[in-house]
């Protein structure tokens, strides 16, 4: 048969001859992984791939680049609704529901309607990408859970929160009265305020308090007006003296 | 005030009467109209895939290959072991169809295996919306075999079957119409796990991506020795140990098998 010496001579000019002496070994291509040479196995190890230093471990910032997926057409609906809400209504309050069936929902509902504070479903996610671009992003946070929103032309705050408390489980998270964020306390505190006239009342009255109380004492009699002016002069003699008591005598 | 009480006793009226009005009107509608319960998120459903551009070919199915080359006078060969070695630079990119069975090894498929993969592939695709393409070859390369018991010389046996030879990247066949990748993942991924070699499911963009892949590996590799650069200067005498091949392949491939993550 053939010998078992073999010598191999390649016919490449420019390359050097390869001397291969094969003693009936596996050829090239076997059904196995052939054994490495141990110093091809030393090159393969050598030659890894070794990839780029990473500074940042892959999970540790937020990707730079978030795919903003456009929304669908049902959300721009949610999302005109809402904005028409927001810009309707003077107080928004963002309530909690947790266990309430349709026949709560509809007391409740009815008890808001006399005074005309409507009750809204928004999905959360709807709501959050809506906030985001709008002015009242710091409400994102309130909208967490099963929410549903309270929305009213006039801020009836009294109302809204007698109803609630009929309700035990709804709880208040948070409003927005006339551009301003409030908080659960907040709000309380809010609804125990006198209203706008009762205030603007107590301002004018303050200010023009001394002179209403100058006015209502000229007023009185002359003998009731001198004896308060002797009563003030007595009270005022022992801090200044005989100096006083003739600027009262003469005043009288 | 007298005349201010009144006014508001008459608005509360108002407003009540306003309240009952909707009252009976939310009451007309269902009681579930009342509690709306909303999900976290929103159900986006995607556009469906627009498939009007696809052309259906008259012939969907895999056709019959023959078992034996229709030849005057069969030739034995040699066994020629080399067209199993190394990458494929035939048939290893996408021609009509989308999605395809790629090699991940070198071997032979006989007709038994051709016989597996038409039988399956043409039974579990719609012709109506999916079409099948051979990349292969009927089996042209004959393998001899010698007799059961026969003792080692007296010539070359005599040929028993024929084979095609496939290499690494090579597409198998290819899948394509007006169908999505997971629709006829489960078909090829069952064709790819009977074959004799180590095969994936790939569709053009995943294709795409492997090379891409590849290609970026090499690039940023922050190795400063690579097998490429070590064998072709020949350090270390290291030719002594490596063929032409592996010259040709940067240690990529052994024998038939492909050593993944080299570069």
Same mark, same amino acid.
């Given at each position: ?252 | ?100 069975? &790629?090699?991940?090894? @070198? #071997?032979?498929?006989?007709? *038994?295996?051709? !016989?597996? /993969? ?5 039974? $579990? ?46 597409? &198998?066949?290819?899948? @394509? #119409?007006?169908?999505?990748? *997971?629709?006829? !993942?489960? /078909? ?5 796990? $009977? ?69």
């Amino acid at each position: 048969m053939a010998a078992t010496l073999c010598m191999k001579l390649l016919r490449n000019q420019g390359w050097a001859p390869l001397v291969q002496s094969v003693r009936h070994g596996s050829k090239a291509v076997t059904r196995h992984r052939k054994p490495l040479h141990i110093i091809k196995q030393k090159l393969l190890a050598v030659t890894q791939y070794i990839p780029p230093a990473r500074v940042v471990p892959p999970g540790a910032y937020p990707a730079e680049n978030k795919c903003v997926q456009e929304d669908a057409g049902l959300s721009l609906l949610l999302k005109k609704d809402l904005k028409k809400v927001f810009e309707e209504s003077k107080m928004v309050a963002v309530v909690q529901k947790n266990g309430s069936n349709a026949e709560d929902m509809m007391i409740l509902k009815h008890r808001l309607c006399k005074h005309g504070i409507k009750v809204k479903f928004f999905p959360n996610q709807v709501t959050r990408s809506f906030l985001s671009d709008s002015v009242y992003c710091n409400m994102a946070p309130l909208f967490i859970g099963p929410t549903v929103l309270f929305v009213s032309k006039e801020p009836k705050v009294k109302e809204m929160l007698s109803a609630l408390r009929a309700s035990p489980q709804m709880t208040l998270l948070g409003a927005c009265i006339d551009n301003t964020l409030l908080s659960a306390q907040g709000v309380v505190s809010y609804s125990k305020l006198p209203s706008v006239t009762v205030v603007q009342g107590e301002l004018v009255s303050g200010l023009t308090m001394l002179t209403s109380r100058t006015a209502s004492m000229l007023q009185h009699h002359p003998a009731r007006l001198s004896a308060l002016l002797r009563q003030y002069v007595k009270q005022q003699s022992p801090d200044d003296g005989a100096e006083a008591a003739p600027k009262a005598e003469a005043a009288t | 005030m007298a005349l201010c009480n009144m006014m508001s006793v008459v608005r509360a009226a108002v407003g009540g009467l306003a309240g009952l009005c909707r009252a009976h009107g939310h009451q007309r509608a269902p009681l579930q109209s009342c509690l709306k319960t909303c999900a976290a998120g929103l159900k986006t459903y995607p556009v469906t895939p627009d498939y009007s551009d696809v052309l259906l070919p008259e012939k969907p199915k895999l056709k019959f290959l023959n078992k034996v080359p229709n030849l005057k006078k069969a030739k034995k060969e040699h066994k020629k072991l080399r067209d199993i070695q190394g990458p494929a630079k035939l048939a290893n990119s996408f021609t009509s169809g989308q999605y395809a069975i &790629v090699a991940m090894g @070198g #071997g032979y498929l006989h007709w *038994g295996h051709l !016989e597996m /993969i038409r039988l399956t592939i043409n039974r $579990k695709i719609d012709a109506r919306t999916t079409f099948a393409r051979w990349r292969i070859n009927a089996p042209y390369k004959p393998i001899t075999r010698k007799g059961l018991g026969q003792r080692m010389g007296g010539g070359k046996g005599a040929i028993d079957h024929y084979v095609t030879p496939v290499r690494y990247g090579r597409l &198998v066949v290819e899948v @394509g #119409g007006k169908v999505e990748l *997971g629709e006829v !993942e489960h /078909i090829l991924t069952e064709v790819a796990k $009977k074959l004799p070699f180590p095969a994936k499911v790939v569709s053009r963009e995943s294709l795409e991506e492997m090379q891409r892949n590849q290609k970026e590996m090499e690039e940023n590799n922050q190795n400063p020795w690579t097998f490429e650069r070590i064998a072709h200067g020949n350090m270390m005498g290291i030719r002594r140990v490596l063929s032409p091949f592996d010259l040709h392949n940067n240690g990529r491939f052994t024998g038939k098998f492909h050593l993944p993550g080299r570069v």
